[in-house]
């Protein structure tokens, strides 16, 4: 088992920026990598970023230059630091952890940006 605890999200002006984190506990130690997904509002959830426990980071063509994921494994903690944020970013962003055979999500934080 895993458990995934989000927090960060919030309200934040066209241009803004928020960093995001995801603490991760339990069986940390079958992790293969952890990443980030958003569900907009009547629409699918969407992946965003994923890094693996080697470093090796992919993101969706949408956030490239403006999203960063880290992880800082001595606290089992996953960010996403988002910056020069735009409306269509408004999403609730959800944490996953895939193991062996599983994969778990976080109980989501809600982003929205307006101005």
């Known amino acids: 088992q895993v458990r995934l605890v989000e927090s960060g999200g919030g309200l934040v002006q066209p241009g803004g920026s928020l960093r995001l984190s995801c603490a991760a506990s339990?069986?940390?130690?079958?992790?293969?990598?952890l990443g980030w997904y958003r569900q907009a509002p009547g629409t699918q959830r969407e992946f965003v970023a994923t890094?693996?426990?080697?470093?090796?980071?992919v993101y969706a063509d949408s956030v490239k230059g403006r999203f960063t994921i880290s992880s800082d494994n001595g606290k089992n903690t996953v960010y996403l630091q988002m910056n020069n944020l735009k409306p269509e970013d408004t999403a609730v962003y959800y944490c996953?952890?895939?193991?062996?055979?599983?994969?778990?999500w976080g109980q989501g934080t809600q982003v929205t940006v307006s101005s």
């Open positions: 890094i693996t426990s080697g470093g090796s980071t």
């Open positions: 996953n952890a895939v193991l062996p055979l599983q994969y778990y």
């Open positions: 339990g069986s940390i130690f079958n992790i293969n990598r």
